[in-house]
């Protein structure tokens, strides 16, 4: 089975359990005495939504989640938001080394335009030295 049927049927597994739990709920909350038999076999398929979740687990013991993703949804958020929250980061992140990486062009440039002026004959041998390279 591949990976994305796999998690089609962790998804579908979940979102059946999902249900199921809140089925129980609705009946344990107006319980009487009739419903019993109702309740008894939605609990029954809740255990058998629990048993095939412990199965499937074995199918994602190399599937790794990052801290930051739990904390999301602890938050109440969108798990999905930590990608893109990634990506600005990253983008902000190329954006400060390009700046950095600017910066240090400029200085060298200053600093190559400085020592031609102050030390001509070192800066010659320097230029030989990085073209024999």
């Known amino acids: 089975m591949d990976t994305s049927s796999q998690f089609k049927e962790l998804i579908d597994t979940l979102e059946d359990l999902t249900e199921t739990v809140k089925h129980v709920g609705i009946i344990a ?15 029954n398929d809740m255990v058998k939504g629990l ?34 929250d990634c990506l600005e980061k990253a983008k902000q992140k190329n954006e400060e080394n390009r700046e950095k990486i600017n910066s240090l062009q400029t200085f060298k440039d200053s600093l190559v335009k ?15 030295s990085q ?3």
Do not use: H, W
């Open 29 to 43: 909350c107006d319980f009487e005495e009739q419903s019993q038999d109702v309740l008894n076999t939605k609990i």
């Open 51 to 84: 048993k095939k979740l412990n199965d499937l687990k074995d199918n994602f013991e190399q599937v790794q989640v990052p801290y930051e993703v739990l904390s999301y949804i602890d938050q109440g958020r969108n798990p999905q938001l930590y990608t893109k």
């Open 114 to 128: 400085e020592l031609k002026t102050n030390m001509p004959a070192t800066m010659e041998q320097y230029e030989q």
């Open 131 to 133: 073209n024999s390279r």
